[in-house]
């Protein structure tokens, strides 16, 4: 029968099978939600840290654009190359527009200056980490610009500096600061 006799603690097994069946059901969704909101929080804190690295890029990005002079239409393709630098390499796009603004700021014009960051990508990833890519930007234009040498020479560059790197046995620091000398 569905009757409990609440005074006496009796109630029918298949009343008190409901009630545990409801009781393990409430338990299981305070646990679930419990579960929800820690991975809300966690979900909230990810797009909180998203949110600061778009802010920062279009910080950069910004910047970028004021030194470039770039008219709205060479701007969207400056970001574009950000974000693809992103997409296709190890080096975010916050990294790709600093080392823009380093070849720009080296005197490159947008053509000079988006021609020589590929090459600069290869020098950063065959230095295995220890030079970032603006300090890599800065090393390509200083050399371009100390030699008198077009930004389509920055292959060259780039093929340079890594054979002597890997011939002398210099690490590639070392490389970096010397060429702050020239």
């Known amino acids: 029968d569905a009757a409990c006799d609440w005074s006496s603690d009796v109630c029918s097994s ?3 099978k409901k009630y545990t069946d409801l009781a393990r059901a409430s338990t299981a969704m305070t646990i679930a939600g419990v579960g929800v909101a820690g991975t809300g929080h966690k979900i ?3 797009l909180s840290g998203a949110t600061k690295e778009a802010t920062s890029f279009e910080k950069e990005l910004n910047q970028l654009k004021f ?8 701007f969207e393709e400056l970001r574009k190359v950000a974000v693809r630098t992103g997409i ?3 080096f975010s796009p916050q ?3 600093q080392a823009m603004y380093e070849l720009k700021s080296a005197g490159m014009d947008t053509n000079q200056m988006l021609e020589a960051l590929q090459n600069t990508l290869n020098l950063v990833a065959v ?3 220890e030079i970032s890519l603006a300090s890599g930007a800065t090393l390509v234009a200083n050399t371009l610009n ?6 389509k020479e920055s292959v060259r ?10 011939e002398t046995n210099l690490d590639r620091k070392s490389t970096r600061l010397n060429s702050s000398h020239m």
């Open 14 to 16: 298949d009343l008190l």
């Open 44 to 46: 909230l804190g990810a």
């Open 67 to 74: 030194v470039t002079g770039a008219t709205a239409t060479e």
């Open 88 to 90: 296709d390499t190890a």
């Open 95 to 97: 990294e790709a527009v």
């Open 127 to 129: 230095s295995g980490g």
């Open 146 to 151: 100390k030699f008198n040498l077009d930004a």
């Open 157 to 166: 560059v780039v093929d340079m500096l890594s054979q002597a790197t890997k």
